[in-house]
Structures are given as structure tokens and as C-alpha cells.
């Protein structure tokens, strides 16, 4: 039977580094030999569904990548949608592209950007904002199969937490969780608290509360 599940454009962790926690499995090649084609996409929609939480636990996609949005105007501060930010590269207002430090400033820690002197200007979309964040970043290869997932320095934690997570949801059984085979693949569906061990390991990358002056 080939396979019909493989690890998302979201995934947190490679299938392989999967594979090896949830069947206790220290060597050190990529082949799950012994291992039925249903258990690797088991697996893989474990690993999916895992990964999916943790973006939604953490406030939305933390995959690496230059972003452009818009934002309304109208106040001095904007809350970047993205989290963590590491670089900021346009701040334009209509047509007008604004100079860092000069009009606005960036506060990376929490995530916001804050306009000098007079508000953004009061319209729906009046700013556009291109910028550079999320914790990691997926390296495939020419076939567009996952081979690694690379972490900013600092990040490494996150894909602790999901393969010991896959491992929790592994270890209770596949027969406890409800699945369905859609066209996005193997979706699983459970109503479970997040592993204490799991919710300790992603604690530091909540996005912190601002208190905004």
C-alpha cells in the first residue's frame, strides 16, 4: 500500500526524528524497516496534527518567512501578527515608505512596531509592513520530501515538545483517537490536556503580554 500521509508544510519535526521516539528506535538511519506503511502515515498525521497544536498554542504560525500584511491605521502601535520578530525590512504608510528610527521603532521582544510623532494614518489598511519571523524553518529536498527542520538558536525546546507529545499520543493508543482520510491528509481529532512536560517545554515561547503606553 504507498503511503497518504507525509509531513506538513507545518510540521515542527521530521518524520524520522518521529518515527525514532514513538518506536524507541536509536539507530541512526532514516528507514523504518518492520513498519507498515499505515504505521509510518499513523505516524506522519500524529506528527501533523502535534505540530498544528503547538502553532495554535503559541499564537499562530511559528514557521520561518518574510511576511507582507496590512494593517489599519489610525494609533500609534501595531501589533505584528508573527511571533518572534527578527527583522523588520519595509514600514510603508499609503504610498510613503518610513525610515526606522526616524518614524517608527521596533520592538522585537514583544512583537510590536511603534510610529513616532503622529499616529499611523487613520484608514483601513493603511499600512503595509514586510517582516522576517517564527522560531523554524523546513529544508526539503528536490522531491519536496521533509529533510530537516532548523530552529532559530533558542528554539530547540519547541521540537522537544512535539516529538514527546507524539510520544504521549502514540503510547495511549491509535484505537483512543478518532481519524478521518481527507484531502489534506489524516486529520486526528482528541479532546486531551497538553502533556505537563509538553506545556512546561513551550511556556518560554508564549508570546508575552504587552502593556502598551
Given at each position: 500500500?504507498?503511503?497518504?500521509?507525509?509531513?506538513?508544510?507545518?510540521?515542527?519535526?521530521?518524520?524520522?526524528e518521529a518515527q525514532?521516539?514513538?518506536?524507541?528506535?536509536?539507530?541512526?538511519?532514516?528507514?523504518?524497516?518492520?513498519?507498515?506503511?499505515?504505521?509510518?502515515?499513523?505516524?506522519?498525521?500524529?506528527?501533523?496534527?502535534?505540530?498544528?497544536?503547538?502553532?495554535?498554542?503559541?499564537?499562530?504560525?511559528?514557521m520561518e518567512e518574510e511576511r507582507t500584511e496590512r494593517y489599519d491605521g489610525g494609533k500609534h502601535w501595531l501589533r505584528l501578527r508573527a511571533f518572534p520578530v527578527w527583522s523588520v525590512t519595509s514600514v510603508v504608510e499609503d504610498t510613503v515608505t518610513l525610515v526606522a528610527d526616524r518614524d517608527y521603532v521596533v520592538y522585537p521582544e514583544i512583537g510590536y512596531i511603534r510610529k513616532l510623532a503622529a499616529p499611523f494614518l487613520n484608514r483601513p489598511l493603511a499600512v503595509t509592513v514586510t517582516y522576517t519571523a517564527g522560531w523554524a524553518k523546513q529544508v526539503r529536498?528536490?522531491?519536496?520530501?521533509?529533510?530537516?527542520?532548523?530552529?532559530?538558536?533558542?528554539?530547540?525546546?519547541?521540537?522537544?515538545?512535539?516529538?514527546?507529545?507524539?510520544?504521549?499520543?502514540w503510547?495511549?493508543?491509535?484505537?483512543v483517537y478518532s481519524y478521518q482520510v481527507t484531502d489534506l491528509g489524516v486529520l486526528l481529532a482528541r479532546n486531551a490536556d497538553v502533556?505537563?512536560?509538553v506545556?512546561?517545554?513551550?511556556?518560554?515561547y508564549q508570546r508575552p503580554q504587552a502593556v502598551l503606553a
Amino acid at each position: 500500500m504507498a503511503r497518504l500521509v507525509t509531513a506538513s508544510p507545518m510540521a515542527l519535526a521530521t518524520e524520522w526524528e518521529a518515527q525514532r521516539i514513538v518506536w524507541k528506535d536509536t539507530s541512526l538511519s532514516p528507514d523504518p524497516t518492520g513498519h507498515t506503511d499505515e504505521e509510518q502515515d499513523l505516524v506522519a498525521a500524529i506528527l501533523n496534527a502535534v505540530s498544528d497544536a503547538v502553532h495554535r498554542l503559541l499564537g499562530g504560525s511559528i514557521m520561518e518567512e518574510e511576511r507582507t500584511e496590512r494593517y489599519d491605521g489610525g494609533k500609534h502601535w501595531l501589533r505584528l501578527r508573527a511571533f518572534p520578530v527578527w527583522s523588520v525590512t519595509s514600514v510603508v504608510e499609503d504610498t510613503v515608505t518610513l525610515v526606522a528610527d526616524r518614524d517608527y521603532v521596533v520592538y522585537p521582544e514583544i512583537g510590536y512596531i511603534r510610529k513616532l510623532a503622529a499616529p499611523f494614518l487613520n484608514r483601513p489598511l493603511a499600512v503595509t509592513v514586510t517582516y522576517t519571523a517564527g522560531w523554524a524553518k523546513q529544508v526539503r529536498d528536490a522531491d519536496d520530501n521533509l529533510v530537516r527542520v532548523d530552529y532559530r538558536p533558542g528554539g530547540e525546546a519547541i521540537r522537544q515538545a512535539v516529538l514527546l507529545w507524539c510520544k504521549a499520543i502514540w503510547d495511549v493508543g491509535p484505537a483512543v483517537y478518532s481519524y478521518q482520510v481527507t484531502d489534506l491528509g489524516v486529520l486526528l481529532a482528541r479532546n486531551a490536556d497538553v502533556p505537563p512536560v509538553v506545556a512546561a517545554l513551550l511556556a518560554p515561547y508564549q508570546r508575552p503580554q504587552a502593556v502598551l503606553a
